[in-house]
């Protein structure tokens, strides 16, 4: 059974930062294509934030590159977004997602599990 597990997220003013971490269970580190952040905003629709593919790179949104990085300790069954030089457009519910597929695969391609969010005000 997978199991994903947002915290972190909160308020926090204009320029300042944040750390999400993903809580992961169910070995899917070891078996998912990939790990991912998603967003979504009130009245807007959930938007890919950055991935962490399988084969060691990753991806980011153009709204966030140079600002976040996302990382994944497989030890603790963790992934991590480090968010910083915030701003009020990141306010958001941030989701946890994993693509996890039979077969051989290295990049996050579709999600298909999903944790219940963490929201994060920037104001």
């Known amino acids: 059974h997978v199991q994903l597990v947002e915290s972190g997220g909160g308020s926090v003013q204009a320029g300042g930062s944040l750390k999400l971490s993903c809580a992961a269970s169910?070995?899917?580190?070891?078996?998912?294509?990939?790990m991912a952040w998603y967003r979504q905003a009130p009245g807007k629709e959930r938007e890919l934030v950055s991935a962490n593919h399988r084969d060691g790179t990753t991806t980011y949104a153009d709204s966030v590159k140079g600002r976040f990085t996302i990382s994944q300790d497989n030890a603790k069954n963790t992934l991590y977004l480090q968010m910083n030089s915030l701003k009020t457009d990141d306010t958001a519910m941030y989701f946890c997602a994993a693509d996890r597929r039979d077969g051989i695969c290295y990049r996050f391609v579709s999600p298909n599990y999903w944790g219940q969010g963490t929201q994060v005000t920037v104001s």
């Open positions: 169910g070995y899917i580190f070891i078996s998912s294509c990939g």
